[in-house]
Every structure is written in structure tokens, then in C-alpha cells.
């Protein structure tokens, strides 16, 4: 199992719907959970950070994460055009049974959304 | 006025040259990462740097070398380089104190190697 797994996509919804973007991670010491993104060829922006179960939300965005089931989603409500990028989730996982809390972020591959008009 | 600068942002290089691409932060974060981003990869670590005296290596360092020069300077050397090191580098920070994991990206460098 991959450390951090994500759907390559392409997700693909129309104007105005809710887009779900979908990751899991393997650490279930896990505590911190990031959402990023990224348009082609420029560098990737952090818009949702979590901490503690449940959902947090910050404008169009929501953040939900359940760490029992070692999973985190990033919705989008009423998509726009302009929110066609590629999603990156970031997990803090300690990489081998011996690392202790020598936790790193490990990135997952992207989920790639366009938002169609 | 942008918070993590790289410079430069474009480079076209010939095999075996020696280059440096510079990272300068104003966030007053003592981390520091360098990342290379390939197409289907994703982003891998090269290299970071939790203070001016600890460096570490990352999952891909074979190649590269880094210069931790003041709290907010970060260099990524490539000592010879070769067409595979073509990619996308980004440098970025995040700060131990409030949020350790949460990492702000510079713009990035397109590096060609032919």
C-alpha cells in the first residue's frame, strides 16, 4: 500500500456542482493533513490544513477527515472553472516501524479536476 | 511581494555543467526544503534543512548537494548535471513553531539539461 493514495483523475464536473476529491494514507499516527493546489506549471498553494477529525470549512472548501478509517476528502462546492488544477494531498507519516516521531510529509500523486462551463 | 523567491526561474543547461538554484525566504521559517517535480512522480524530497546547521538528505539526493547559507537561504547545487535532472524544483519553508508540516512553496525553477 502506497503511503499516501490519491485517484489520478481526471475528475471532471460541471459549473456550480460539488467536486469530491478523495485521499488516503497509510500511518494511522498520522496528525496532520494538508490539501494543495496546484495549476500546471506553477507551484503548489496550500488551501486547507486539518488537524482533528471531522470537517473544517473555509469558504467554498471543506476538509474532512476520518482517522479511523485513514482517510481525508477535500470538498468544493459550487465549482468553478478556475478551480480546475490538480489536488495534492500531504500526510505527516513516520516512513518505517522504527522512525518514532521522526514523522515527514509524504505527498500523494495528485487527483487532477476540471470544472467544466 | 512574493514570501519564498527562486531564482532563477527558467535555466537551460548543457550536460555536465555545475549550476545552483537559489531559495530566499521572508517568512521567518527556520525550514527549508527542496522538492524536484517529474510528470506522473509527483513531488520528491531532495533535500531539507530543520536550522543552518542541520541538513538532511532526502529520498533523491544522488546528485545534489545543498548549502543551508543563512536562516532564509537555501542553495540546491547540481555538481554535474545530467538530462535526467530536467524537472521542476521548487523550494519550500515551514516553521517549526506554529506548524511544522504546513510547507509554503516558492514559484519554482524549469530546469533543462540537454
Known amino acids: 500500500q502506497k503511503e499516501v493514495e490519491q485517484n489520478s483523475g481526471p475528475l471532471s464536473v460541471p459549473e456550480g456542482a460539488i467536486a469530491s476529491l478523495n485521499c488516503t494514507y497509510s500511518d494511522r499516527g498520522s496528525q496532520s493533513f494538508f490539501w494543495y493546489r496546484q495549476y500546471s506549471g506553477k507551484s503548489p498553494e496550500l488551501i486547507m490544513s486539518?488537524?482533528s477529525n471531522g470537517d473544517k470549512e473555509d469558504g467554498r472548501f471543506t476538509a474532512q477527515l476520518n482517522k479511523a478509517s485513514q482517510y481525508v476528502s477535500l470538498l468544493i462546492r459550487d465549482s468553478q472553472p478556475s478551480d480546475s488544477a490538480t489536488y495534492l494531498c500531504?500526510?505527516?507519516?513516520?516512513?518505517?516501524?522504527?522512525?518514532?516521531?521522526?514523522?515527514?510529509?509524504?505527498w500523494g500523486l495528485g487527483t487532477s479536476l476540471a470544472v467544466n462551463p | 511581494d512574493a514570501d519564498v523567491t527562486q531564482t532563477p526561474r527558467n535555466r537551460i543547461t548543457k550536460t555536465g555543467k555545475r549550476i545552483m538554484l537559489e531559495c530566499s525566504q521572508t517568512?521567518?521559517?527556520?525550514?527549508m526544503y527542496w522538492y524536484r517535480q517529474d510528470p506522473g512522480l509527483g513531488l520528491r524530497l531532495i533535500y531539507y534543512?530543520?536550522?543552518?546547521?542541520?541538513?538532511n538528505k532526502g529520498e533523491i539526493s544522488d546528485g545534489y548537494s545543498v548549502s543551508r547559507q543563512a536562516q532564509a537561504k537555501f542553495s540546491l547545487s547540481l555538481e554535474s548535471a545530467i538530462p535526467n535532472q530536467t524537472a521542476l524544483y521548487f523550494c519550500a519553508t515551514s516553521d517549526s513553531g506554529t506548524a511544522p508540516y504546513e510547507q509554503y512553496f516558492g514559484p519554482g525553477t524549469r530546469l533543462t539539461v540537454t
Open positions: 534543512s530543520f536550522d543552518v546547521k542541520d541538513i
Open positions: 517568512k521567518g521559517h527556520d525550514r
Open positions: 486539518i488537524y
Open positions: 500531504a500526510v505527516n507519516i513516520a516512513p518505517g516501524p522504527n522512525a518514532g516521531n521522526n514523522r515527514k510529509l509524504i
